[in-house]
DNA sequence: TTGAAAGCGCTAACAA
DNA sequence: TTGTTAGCGCTTTCAA
């Protein structure tokens, strides 16, 4: 290394001498659906080839006055589901051709800050999947002009098109699956704090048990992380005991893996002898033999791809009316619930 | 929604009007370190606030000739160790005052051209963390005369500050673990293709047993996901019973516990009684109850500081000779090794 | 300390 | 189909 004379990187306007044509020609030569002629578009691409030449984003979205890149609001990065919902969005933009711009979003950032961070490179979108309310997000957004969709943080929650699935049928899934498993007397596992999602789901499942007649207990864990559920683990023993629960809907597989890790793996607790569990998500873990969770999945996959889809359709038509495309959910059955027919 | 008259988002010139100064002074403000009266700068500051400005960043990168965007490369965004290592960088980048431009990498991806995409935003560096090998992204933030900073991809090599781990203490800690456990009989399991990080260790493991003239049998795996471990897990239990085989190093936990669910959860395998098991990582799932894995953790939140860190250095100094931080590792006992007075 | 003017690299009118 | 011109919003010499 060392020499190489540092050269300025190529602009169009040195693609445009060296190709003999104007600066404008190489900008059409770039913009698919512009007018020129094919030769001279090869000649340019040629000339451009050759210098290394390509065009500047930046100069690009100022003129445009808005960028290809969409900012992505995530929290818990290294949670399995988020983990792989960003992986998802991000393949998902970059095939369209836009760039994820990335926020990580934890507790104790400044939201506020970030947000019109992000705003000021002119994003074509942003792309919400952070579970913590953000009304501030929706308001900047708004006001900026720039495309909002949140990922399951309710329907339409007016000024964000919204991808959610069927909380009713989340809750009513879990239900059926321990009900098919025997159960009558029944317990939730779901954070305090409340989340549309995750709520909305554990809300879901209270509604069935009621309206079965059938007892359920609630009780209630820290977060919705392995921690907690490991921490829960001993008032969910309690309970069964004192109140007969025979099942358990934890409100996300993380919760549930944490339970079992302390009851089957630690206290030996015989599941699903004397306790079916169900979890929700259907992360990678919940397959895994030492598990082998009976869940409730959700296609993040597919919700990635509406995601993007509505970002781009509302970029297309400005005005178009809010939209919330609400997915379906899959039973899961694994080895923490017995075998039963599909209720 | 609907009636909103959208006003066209405020410039400096607004704020500049506003105020009762120049667009010079308004621009002023906003440069850390740039000289302005605190009377006026407050002034500045009050009618941005007023007005919602905020600098555009496009612009700003435009002139500047470089943006505040840092590129992350990475694939497999969706595995534990990879999401949290993408995790700390954002959050690294962030506080720096740097936005992470995400781009995922994972095979099938035309890595030159999404390359040549990310160094269009005028990035003010590239890290990657990918262990797919990329001259072409080397070669590329060279020429561009972007920093680039590779995670585990070998010490410097030549173009490209690097942070890396001491691999052969990790092959040797791993070594260690196993023979502390009474193990004189051993095995690796490492995925065939040759990755710096990943292959180093198993090679430096290899090293040790050979210094110290111990059989071992090296398994391939086909890749180092879960699912490669798990296929391997009867190969290993093979080799177990033909070589006496008392203890085997996983190149990384992925793989250590595909082969704990194998072993341990299906087969009922007594581990560490029949055989012990070291992984390489510490991801959270090592540390869960089923599986108690014992490993070799990497702080991995260090390396992402200190990648940022070595970005922020080539940019202030751009022909500084590139530098190299190795990082050690830690020994993490738990469950799948017999506890043994330290090595 | 502040302002005027030039230019970062690009695209979109408008003309030819 | 192609070129000319103006301007996206900002920072930065250079003068005052």
Not at 125 to 135: K, N, R, Y
Not at 138 to 154: D, K, S, T
Not at 162 to 172: Q, S, Y
């Amino acid at each position: 290394m060392g020499g190489e004379p540092r050269t300025r990187t190529p602009t169009s306007f040195d693609v445009a001498r060296a190709a003999g044509v104007s600066r404008s020609t190489v900008s059409r030569a770039f913009t698919p659906g512009a007018r020129v002629s094919p030769e001279v578009r090869a000649r340019v691409l040629d000339a451009a080839e050759a210098l290394g030449y390509r065009v500047n984003a930046l100069a690009r979205g100022l003129q445009a006055r808005h960028s290809r890149l969409v900012g992505i609001v995530a929290s818990r990065l290294d949670t399995p589901f988020r983990a792989l919902q960003v992986r998802c969005l991000a393949q998902n933009l970059l095939r369209e051709g836009l760039d994820p711009l990335l926020l990580v979003a934890d507790r104790g950032e400044d939201i506020r800050a970030l947000i019109q961070n992000i705003l000021s490179y002119s994003v074509s979108g942003v792309i919400v999947t952070s579970d913590t309310p953000a009304p501030e997000v929706v308001e900047a957004c708004n006001r900026a002009g720039v495309p909002l969709v949140m990922i399951n943080r309710g329907p339409a929650s007016a000024g964000a098109d919204t991808v959610c699935l069927d909380l009713d049928a989340g809750g009513r899934a879990a239900f059926e699956m321990l009900r098919a498993g025997g159960v009558t007397r029944f317990a939730l596992l779901a954070q305090a704090e409340r989340t549309w999602s995750v709520s909305g789901r554990a809300e879901a499942f209270l509604a069935c048990c009621r309206a079965h007649d059938l007892p359920v207990t609630t009780i209630e864990s820290a977060d919705q992380s392995h921690r907690a559920g490991h921490a829960a683990a001993d008032a969910i023993e309690a309970a069964a005991r004192r109140d007969g629960v025979q099942g358990i809907f934890c409100a996300t597989d993380l919760l549930a893996i944490g339970v079992l890790d302390r009851l089957r793996h630690e206290r030996g607790v015989d599941i699903p002898g004397a306790l079916q569990i169900v979890g929700f998500d259907d992360i990678a873990q919940a397959g895994w033999s030492a598990y082998s969770l009976s869940t409730i999945r959700q296609d993040v996959a597919q919700q990635a791809a509406a995601a993007v889809e509505l970002a781009l359709a509302r970029l297309e038509v400005p005005d178009r009316p809010f939209e919330t495309r609400s997915f379906g959910i899959t039973k899961v059955r694994r080895g923490t619930t017995r075998c039963g027919a599909e209720a």
